[in-house]
């Protein structure tokens, strides 16, 4: 009887080691299935939201800020500078006298030319009375021949005398306009030693200084540069690879590194056919085959052309200014990042066919629910963050722009220009 309790206390023990372990098993095969159980997507995607901006697609170029109308004024004879009358920053109009050089030997040479016009004034008069006198000499003797009581060679004497006297009369009117034309010229010579504007506007810059030496010997020195500061040209420096892109009245912007925040509005007013010509390279102007590789390689910028009004003077000369060309733009436009756009097939069943420039991309999106879809859209204008949305999305929509890695960090975001 004691046997037969102890050996079914046993099999009871036995089937409750059973039933825990069928329930380990069970709870072991739900527990894997929780965490076979794949996560919900939304869960790990990067997130944004449909909305609305501003979209322009710009080439961005440098450029210099120069005045429209400027001068170089220089020194057309040579002496010492003895009187500066203005100074940098200076406004100066039209006429107004700058400088004066030493006029001491101009002064000579005009006072010797005007002596020497005076010597040959005098010596004309002489001519002339004695051309006069040959004439009435050579009346007298013509007379005596006519009559027959003259002598031939008396006639003969006072005709060649007469045709002298008329012909030094001639060399002598002859060397005084070559007198009065050297004696004009060295006038003007004492005239350049007094120098006047050629414009109104600002002096912006002296080269020269009060006592200094000029030599014009070679080339005319510049003493210094006048410019209007009302209108400001932009000389903007264009990559060959953009150039093509602009075309002339297209808008702009631009703004300078004195000014943030500040942004001025023209219009693109010329391109040069050709870019500037490179600076010298001290090498006597040969090439070879081997060194046109650098050339080759170097950059090929081609100058764009714009005017700005200057009333307030607030743009300087040679500013450096960031130039926005807007080649495309989209106001109140629905946007999305361009890092959430994957470019799609050309044909696509879900859209009607579009006009050309609308490109066609895919974009993911997390429906009602956290549920993921996948839809076609049409974009319009873009730039290096932002992309207009001609259809396929509204304002609000969630969109994925990217998804987080294995360790839960965001992904890298590379944008596409």
Request: no cysteine; net charge neutral; aromatic share 4%.
């Amino acid at each position: 009887m004691t046997a037969r309790r102890s050996a079914a206390a046993s099999g009871s023990r036995r089937g409750v080691r059973r039933g825990l372990a069928a329930a380990a098993l069970v709870l072991g095969g739900l527990a894997s299935a929780a965490l076979l159980r794949p996560a919900d997507p939304a869960a790990s995607a990067e997130v944004a939201v449909v909305g609305r901006g501003t979209v322009e697609d710009t080439v961005t170029a440098l450029g210099k800020i120069q005045p429209r109308a400027y001068v170089d004024v220089g020194a057309q004879v040579s002496g010492q500078l003895t009187r500066l009358h203005v100074t940098v920053g200076q406004m100066v109009r039209e006429g107004d006298l700058l400088a004066e050089i030493d006029p001491a030997l101009q002064q000579a040479k005009v006072e010797a030319g005007r002596a020497e016009r005076a010597r040959l004034t005098a010596l004309l008069v002489e001519q002339r009375a004695r051309a006069d006198f040959a004439e009435a000499q050579l009346a007298r003797q013509a007379a005596l021949r006519r009559s027959g009581s003259g002598r031939g060679e008396a006639y003969d004497q006072a005709r060649m005398e007469a045709r002298i006297a008329a012909a030094q009369v001639e060399a002598t009117q002859a060397q005084i306009r070559q007198t009065d034309s050297t004696l004009q010229a060295d006038e003007a010579q004492l005239g350049y030693t007094r120098i006047y504007a050629p414009m109104s506007g600002t002096l912006i810059a002296v080269d020269a200084r009060q006592g200094q030496t000029i030599n014009s010997a070679y080339e005319a020195p510049v003493l210094m540069r006048i410019a209007d500061l009302s209108a400001m040209t932009v000389w903007t420096q264009v990559s060959e690879a953009d150039v093509t892109r602009l075309t002339d009245g297209m808008p702009l912007y631009f703004t300078t590194l004195g000014h943030p925040g500040r942004r001025w509005t023209a219009r693109l007013q010329e391109i040069l056919p050709a870019p500037p010509k490179p600076p010298a390279t001290g090498n006597g102007g040969g090439s070879s085959a081997s060194g046109g590789g650098g050339a080759a390689n170097s950059v090929v910028l081609y100058t764009a052309l714009f005017e700005i009004a200057n009333d307030r003077g607030e743009l300087r000369p040679d500013m450096t200014a960031q130039v926005f060309f807007v080649a495309a733009a989209a106001k109140d436009a629905v946007t999305v990042p361009v890092a959430a756009l994957t470019p799609a097939a050309p044909t696509s069943a879900t859209l009607p066919p579009a006009d050309t420039a609308a490109e066609r991309h895919r974009v993911t999106l997390i429906g009602s629910g956290g549920a993921i879809e996948t839809r076609e859209v049409r974009v319009g204008v873009r730039d290096r963050f932002n992309a207009q949305i001609l259809e396929g999305l509204a304002e609000g929509e969630r969109i994925v722009v990217g998804w987080k890695t294995d360790d839960g960090r965001p992904p890298k975001i590379g944008f596409r220009l």
